[in-house]
């Protein structure tokens, strides 16, 4: 699948469900109102979405969310997926997940094929952790992130950067992951559906952050790539690698590789822009084979944009884009 601008697109980002058992300031609001659940596609359905993408080209598939891990049986999907790594054309799956169900799920998932995982984790205090995810609990987390280690997972911390809340804590968080093996990545908050307050005042530029790390660590150029619009550097004194999402400071769509698809069947060609294909009309048509839903893929691919436009701004009281993070995946 090639795209108008001759980007090849080889990764799907699929939102499982739109819930979550947390609700992280900068993501949802405090009463969020959820999809009715007949509206939501089956596994089954999902699954062969995933199928007619591998057909296309697609070589890398995410399942995110909301939280995928609460989806009910959605170790059913990571099963069915894992099978077709290797010769069924896909190369990775993975996950990002906010670590609350790992205890539980972490052993599964590695058997399902599942090798390297992304947990979000903005930072290692207990109380801010719960101010931040609005009722979560700390040690939930960390307890699945060590379960995950110990069944083989490779891990990557996701750490949101937010002006006041967790900006003095990167070094220390920064030394934690060197001394667990994780990689850590950070996030600039992007400006994604109504969250009950203003973004404004979240909103950290990473290169402020890079900056103030600098003076503790040597952060090494580094070309490791993950298929992700991380910029990662090699930390020298851990050996562990630090990644910078930076949508509003840095414009990372000249290399997008990637599309997203929602629990609904909605495809989003890009993050930052609301034009959408649906795919559950020709997936529930009984008329149209895989081919006819592959057309359906290829059309939306020739839609994709070439990049997005988010800004955070004070003048600008609405978010650039209405919907969540949770619905088209993060
Ligand atoms: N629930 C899972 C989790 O938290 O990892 C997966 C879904 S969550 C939407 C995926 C990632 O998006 C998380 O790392 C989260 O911190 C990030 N995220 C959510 N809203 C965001 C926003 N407005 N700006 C930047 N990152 C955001
Ligand atoms: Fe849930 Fe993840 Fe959003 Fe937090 S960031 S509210 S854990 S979906």
Redesign the pocket.
Known sequence: MIDPFGRRVSYLRV?VTDR?D?R?V???SEDMTFLPKAEVLTLEELDRLCGAFIGLGVEKIRL?????LVRKNVISLFRSLGDRIGTGGLKELT?????TQLVKMADDLYSAGVRRI???L?TLDPATFTAVTRWGKIDQTLDGIFAAKAAGLAIKI???ALKGVNEHEFDRMLAWCGEHGFDLCL???????E?GGD?TDQYLPLSTVRTRLRENWTLEDSDYRTGGPARYYTVRETGRRIGF?T?LTHNFCESCNRVRLTCTGTLYMCLGQDDAADLRRPLRDPTLDEAGLQEAILEAISRKPKGHDFVIDRSRKTPAVAR???V???
Do not use: K, Q
Not at 187 to 193: D, K, S
């Open positions: 939102s979550c947390l992280c900068y993501c949802m995110t969310g909301g939280e995928p996950v990002t997940t906010n670590g992304n947990v979000s903005d996701n750490a949101v996030i600039e908050t992007m400006p994604l559906g969250i973004r999402i949508p969540h993070m949770s088209t995946g993060g």
